[in-house]
């Protein structure tokens, strides 16, 4: 089986946040539940400001803090679904450990008052448990994996689109949103890159282009010191908008 | 008035040939959760039949069907029948001014009192049944010992109903319950080659000969099918629809003792209440061990005076799956003197970055989320993603998180705006 990884290019990301829209489209979050987000850093300050920013999803970490902590083994790494941490939203009780442990902050847990108004699950209320009702195509439910619409009071989390992937053909090395054959399998956030900063693909196939990109572009793991060893890598120099230098 | 919701819940039976045993999965408490070390059921058993590893149970077909598993059990998981379930009676019941004497399947019915109630075994009642049982009714339950459990294969000892009547009786008697009202063990030994059966006889033996007129003549009123336990006698296999851990559980055992000393005194006595130790400069208010409680005696609570935690030691049952799981350790239990009422209370705080409430007591004054958003840059994350830092000294100090002006400067963002959040912070 494989095992899936994301490399994102931070030199062509242009924060533009299509992939947390797509993301939010796709597996239908709430507002502010954004499994794939992109984070804004400022710093300096007028009239030498600058912005980084940094996109974030889940790195499906090959030893994942999240699922050492679980008090009820909720969460869980699959190995046989290409090394994805998912949750099973029958044994979530909610009580929010896996979002104190994860060091990279991609859990969330919508059950609580939203931070922008209004307030979607009102518009929209839930029946037979589930937290709202999207007005949207949901993918099919998973409660196994925590795919579709999520029921009350449990944490979700980004799942590399799992119910996209697992349809890929075996053995592929990577799922290329160029490929026509392939583009069906990508996930949202890969699928809708407009710079094309996301890759996706087989970490453990050499072959894959993922793995070259990796080897060739010096890719980095974020908190690596911390041993979770993410699926998630990350290139280049950093994405931002550089300083306004007055001319001296 | 005794209704609950367990009756539909999918108690499933162990063993194929063992109908009598149904077990409930969502409320075993290491099926619910792995820092559970409770294995009462399969310690509880007197011929090994049944074993418990990591909340799944294998059961045996030489179980004796004596339910010494479903007494022990803490949340009622585990269910036996032929045994009452007090849930099932209004109280107080009629015509209850004579004791009632409950004998075991094994005497045979010429040898006892007309009125008297029958189960399996008497080690099979829990501590729970038989204090509600008792205060339901005018007149003691008396448990008659025939002198034979020694030599039963369901014994084992002399007298091992006594466990439990002494924790039943003493319940009573902590809320205040006159003595005669207290369930006892009386000895009335009778030979026992005057058994009916060397072990408890087979169900069909026992329901041939109308068990339950018999309760139904205990309980003054039509007991209908409830009384043997319904969705008992045929439990629901495989199909049925299981409860998400997220739901608490009812803890029947707990609750019927409860209810019976409740009876006598207005609240749980002392002596069972279980009490919550809380270092209060620990707790962080994270609610781990709320979400994690099974009864829910341990409450969120977000009111005008902050957010912490409740506790009702009357629904607990001191599974100490919250000292467990407790991130700072910050709690402790003792098997008494709790006290019902608020545990512990933090003011409330809200994040100086993105303005949510954020329920940890969290001294740099930003949200979880936010935390981890500025905790990516820390220990070297800024010169990994984005190279060493720009020449301008003045503007070095890039990772927010430990910089006081940078985040939550007034007037940075459109979310000053928000209504009634400035003066809580």
């Known amino acids: 089986m494989a095992k899936w990884g994301m490399v994102i290019d931070l030199d062509k990301c242009t924060g533009c946040q299509a992939c947390t829209t797509a993301c939010g489209m796709e597996n239908d979050t709430l507002p502010g539940e954004n499994w794939q987000d992109v984070l804004f850093y400022t710093e300096g300050e007028y009239p030498s400001g600058q912005m980084k920013w940094l996109p974030r999803p889940c790195m499906q970490c090959e030893d994942p803090s999240c699922v050492h902590v679980c008090p009820t083994r909720a969460t869980y790494k699959d190995p046989d679904a290409g090394g994805i941490v998912f949750i099973d939203w029958d044994k979530c009780i909610g009580c929010k450990y896996c979002m104190i442990a994860c060091p990279y902050g991609v859990r969330f847990f919508a059950d609580e008052a939203p931070l922008v108004e209004p307030d979607l699950k009102e518009i929209f209320p839930g029946s037979g448990g589930q937290l709202w009702d999207p007005p949207g195509q949901s993918p099919d439910q998973d409660r196994k994996r925590g795919i579709g619409v999520q029921p009350k009071g449990v944490v979700s989390k980004c799942t590399f689109c799992y119910h996209r992937v697992s349809k890929a053909p075996e053995g592929v090395p990577d799922l290329d949103e160029d490929d026509p054959e392939l583009v069906d399998y990508v996930p949202a956030c890969v699928r809708t890159c407009p710079p094309k900063a996301r890759f996706f693909g087989d970490l453990d196939n050499p072959e894959s282009n993922v793995n070259k990109l990796i080897a060739n572009k010096n890719g980095i793991r974020l908190k690596d010191h911390t041993g979770n060893r993410p699926q998630v890598c990350y290139l280049g120099a950093g994405a931002g908008i550089p300083a306004f230098q007055p001319k001296s | 008035m005794r209704e609950t919701a367990t009756p539909q819940l999918a108690y499933e039976r162990l063993h194929p040939d063992v109908p009598e045993v149904a077990f409930l999965a969502s409320d075993c408490l290491p099926g619910r959760s792995p820092l559970s070390r409770c294995g009462e059921c399969a310690e509880a058993c007197p011929?090994?039949?049944?074993?418990?590893?990591?909340?799944?149970?294998?059961?045996?077909?030489?179980?004796?069907?004596?339910?010494?598993?479903a007494a022990a059990c803490p949340t009622g998981a585990l269910r036996v029948s032929g045994f009452p379930r007090s849930e099932t009676l209004d109280g107080p019941v009629e015509d209850s001014a004579a004791e009632l004497p409950v004998e075991c399947w094994r005497v045979p019915r010429e040898a006892m009192d007309s009125g008297s109630l029958r189960v399996p075994c008497l080690a099979g009642l829990d501590s729970g049944t038989l204090a509600e049982l008792s205060a339901l009714r005018d007149a003691p339950l008396v448990l008659v010992n025939r002198g034979w459990c020694e030599s039963c294969p369901a014994g084992g000892k002399t007298a091992p109903m006594a466990a439990s009547v002494a924790v039943a009786a003493s319940a009573l008697e902590s809320a205040g319950a006159p003595p005669q009202r207290w369930p006892r063990v009386e000895d009335r030994p009778l030979p026992a080659r005057r058994a009916a059966s060397k072990s408890i006889p087979l169900p069909e033996c026992e329901t041939r000969l109308g068990r339950r007129e018999l309760f139904r003549q205990m309980a003054g009123r039509s007991a209908g099918g409830a009384l043997g336990g319904a969705g008992l006698d045929s439990p629901a296999e495989g199909a049925a629809e299981t409860r998400p851990l997220v739901d608490k559980i009812a803890a029947l055992p707990r609750q019927r003792l409860s209810r019976a000393v409740q009876t006598f005194a207005n609240t749980v006595p002392a002596s069972l209440s279980p009490r919550l130790g809380m270092d209060e400069s620990r707790c962080c208010n994270q609610r781990v061990c709320a979400s994690l409680c099974p009864t829910g005696a341990l409450r969120v609570v977000n009111d005008?005076?902050?957010?912490?935690?409740?506790?009702?030691?009357?629904?607990?049952?001191?599974?100490?799956?919250?000292?467990?799981?407790?991130?700072?350790?910050?709690?402790?239990?003792?098997?008494?003197?709790?006290?019902?009422?608020?545990?512990?209370?933090?003011?409330?705080?809200?994040?100086?970055?993105?303005?949510?409430?954020c329920p940890g007591n969290r001294e740099e004054g930003l949200c979880a989320s936010c935390a981890k958003k500025y905790g990516l840059l820390a220990d070297g994350g800024y010169e990994l993603l984005f190279g060493k830092p720009a020449e301008h000294p003045r503007d070095d100090a890039v990772a927010p998180g430990r910089d006081e002006t940078s985040p939550g400067r007034a007037g940075t963002g459109p979310r000053e705006e928000l209504k009634g959040v400035e003066e809580n912070l």
């Open chain 2, 304 to 357: 005008g005076n902050g957010s912490g935690l409740d506790f009702d030691p009357a629904d607990c049952i001191a599974c100490e799956l919250c000292v467990r799981v407790c991130p700072e350790r910050a709690l402790e239990l003792a098997p008494r003197d709790g006290v019902s009422g608020p545990l512990i209370r933090h003011a409330h705080q809200y994040c100086r970055e993105c303005r949510a409430f």
């Open chain 2, 47 to 69: 011929v090994d039949a049944l074993q418990a590893a990591r909340g799944t149970l294998s059961l045996a077909d030489t179980c004796l069907r004596c339910g010494q598993c």
